[in-house]
């Protein structure tokens, strides 16, 4: 990419672009080199034209919360696209629809169905991502998935094209939806059934408490770092981690959680080889004892 020429053309975005930007200050795990373009587009008409502006051959990666996602320590060669404020709004469509931004966080989208006495929205008060990340890896916990309550998503492709999806038209399984990579989501409709807010509030705060209980907080992970193997086992994949590897393995800053195997923390200053050391030793441990192979819930940007 020529980035002389890419910064002339983009020279009314100069508010909202940034060059050699540190990857590491946009995502859970604090680890990242730095991307070549930054990108933070205050209107659809802004994310248009630059697409438009885009070779196809660029790489671009949008990143939502940055709960679940592992750059690498080298420099991304592409553009890290963050949609904002305007892609974070949320409304009443009518009684028992919202529109809601791909910008939102999962947990304001809880809140506001509650507030509207909607219930079906409980469980998005314990996934630490956005609206936007939800429906590409159909997130979930507690029996309940994003696919349960959505109705349409809005998204825009390469070319600036924009358009509407059904739900019913998506392929979804378990942790992933079957629709193309270069697509970005910009908003979408999600169905809810009426409910007294106190029982809904109640839900949610029973859910919470399971969350507290059993996973780590306020630290530096990215969640579930492996998929439950459902097709292998009925065995929960922090069961297999926890019986396959040994206490307090550790590759430089990268270990496992003490309260959750399955999870994986950057103690202090872990890099990328130490995170993906980490990752391959279990990936191998858990094989060679037990037969069985784990998918990656977690997201490496390369």
């Known amino acids: 990419m020529d980035f002389k020429n890419f910064e002339n053309r983009f020279k009314k975005f100069n508010k909202t672009i940034y060059f050699d930007y540190s990857i590491k200050k946009l995502?859970?795990?604090?680890?990242?080199?730095?991307?070549?373009?930054?990108?933070?587009?205050?209107?659809?008409?802004?994310?248009?034209?630059?697409?438009?502006?885009?070779?196809?051959?660029?790489?671009?990666?949008v990143i939502g919360a940055g709960s679940n996602v592992l750059f690498k320590d080298d420099k991304f060669?592409?553009?890290?696209?963050?949609?904002?404020?305007n892609?974070?709004?949320?409304?009443?469509?009518?009684?028992?629809?919202?529109?809601?931004?791909s910008g939102v966080l999962d947990k304001s989208l809880s809140e506001f169905a509650s507030r509207n006495n909607l219930s079906g929205f409980e469980f998005l008060s314990c996934i630490p991502g956005t609206v936007g990340g939800g429906?590409?890896?159909?997130?979930?916990?507690?029996?309940?998935?994003?696919k349960d309550i959505l109705i349409s998503?809005?998204?825009?492709?390469?070319?600036?094209?924009?358009?509407?999806?059904?739900a019913k038209d998506i392929i979804f399984g378990y942790r992933t939806c079957k629709l193309p990579k270069d697509l970005?989501?910009?908003?979408a409709s999600f169905r809810g059934k009426k409910g007294d807010q106190k029982v809904i509030d109640e839900e949610v705060k029973n859910l919470k408490n399971k969350k507290e209980k059993a996973q780590p907080t306020r630290i530096k992970t990215g969640g579930s770092t492996f998929k439950n193997p459902l097709e292998q086992t009925d065995r929960k994949v922090w069961e297999i981690i926890k019986d396959s590897v040994p206490n307090k393995t550790q590759f430089g800053d990268a270990v496992i959680s003490d309260k959750h195997a399955?999870?994986?923390?950057?103690?202090?200053?872990?890099t990328y080889k130490d995170m993906k050391k980490l990752i391959d030793f279990v990936k191998?441990?858990?094989?060679?004892?037990?037969?069985?192979?784990?998918?990656?819930?977690?997201?490496?940007?390369e």
């Open 27 to 61: 995502n859970w795990f604090n680890i990242g080199g730095n991307t070549n373009i930054y990108f933070k587009p205050d209107t659809l008409q802004d994310l248009i034209e630059f697409l438009k502006m885009c070779a196809p051959e660029d790489k671009l990666f």
């Open 77 to 85: 060669e592409g553009t890290v696209i963050k949609l904002t404020k």
């Open 87 to 101: 892609f974070a709004r949320i409304s009443m469509l009518n009684e028992n629809t919202i529109i809601a931004g």
């Open 135 to 146: 429906i590409r890896m159909n997130s979930g916990c507690f029996g309940s998935e994003f």
């Open 153 to 166: 998503v809005q998204v825009i492709n390469r070319l600036g094209e924009v358009f509407t999806i059904l």
């Open 184 to 187: 970005i989501f910009l908003s």
């Open 262 to 270: 399955n999870f994986f923390i950057n103690k202090n200053n872990a």
């Open 284 to 301: 191998e441990n858990v094989k060679n004892k037990t037969g069985i192979k784990l998918d990656l819930e977690i997201i490496l940007v």
